[in-house]
């Protein structure tokens, strides 16, 4: 089973609101304020937020090495030696060469694509101190004993938030997006417990 990336929560409820021992009786209150005339977005914790979920991630790396190396000797010896008689100096007469090759090419690359469309809501976890929202939420989908749930989240900053309480997941920082499906479908896109043990004991 695939580790999950996404360990925070992924939902949180509203805090209550802090009561004050005055209430001047105002429509304004410091501690849970919406302005009349704006359009309401995610800013507390518990809030809901949109996000739109629109990554696509290509990469490609690819590397070509090559070397040569070639090397030779020759050795000549005379028979004609001094202060040794013509029949010993005979087994020093020999020409010898010798010579060396070694050749070496690597070529490797790599292509990877991956697209992710969908929408999805999620919830104020924590407001941080400047003011960025750290948002998750997750969405699970059962259908004829199949499962497929949507995990997302990260930090977003309020001034990214869009028209509608929508923001793009290109915005979102630390983001983490999952997407994990449990049933006979995922079953039969992996591998039996048998097959990997094999895999993993197998030193080819």
Do not use: C, H
Request: aromatic share 8%; no cysteine; hydrophobic share 35%.
């Amino acid at each position: 089973m695939q580790p999950q990336i996404v360990s925070s929560p992924t939902t949180a409820r509203p805090l209550p609101p802090v009561t004050t021992q005055q209430n001047p009786g105002a429509i304004f209150q410091t501690t849970s304020s919406r302005m009349l005339f704006e359009e309401r977005v995610a800013r507390y914790v518990g809030d809901i937020l949109t996000i739109q979920i629109e990554e696509n991630l290509s990469a490609s790396n690819s590397s070509t090495s090559s070397a040569n190396r070639d090397g030779s000797t020759k050795v000549g010896g005379s028979g004609n030696l001094p202060y040794f008689p013509d029949a010993l100096s005979k087994f020093f007469d020999a020409n010898v060469s010798m010579s060396s090759g070694n050749t070496f090419a690597g070529k490797g690359a790599t292509n990877n694509s991956n697209t992710l469309r969908g929408i999805l809501a999620v919830t104020v976890i924590e407001v941080l101190p400047n003011g960025n929202l750290i948002v998750g939420g997750e969405k699970q989908i059962a259908v004829n004993g199949y499962q497929n749930a949507w995990r997302f989240t990260g930090v977003v900053n309020p001034f990214d938030i869009k028209t509608g309480n929508v923001v793009s997941s290109t915005r979102v920082a630390d983001a983490r997006i999952e997407q994990v499906g449990q049933g006979a479908i995922a079953d039969a896109n992996s591998a039996g417990w048998l097959q990997r043990i094999f895999l993993s004991l197998s030193p080819y």
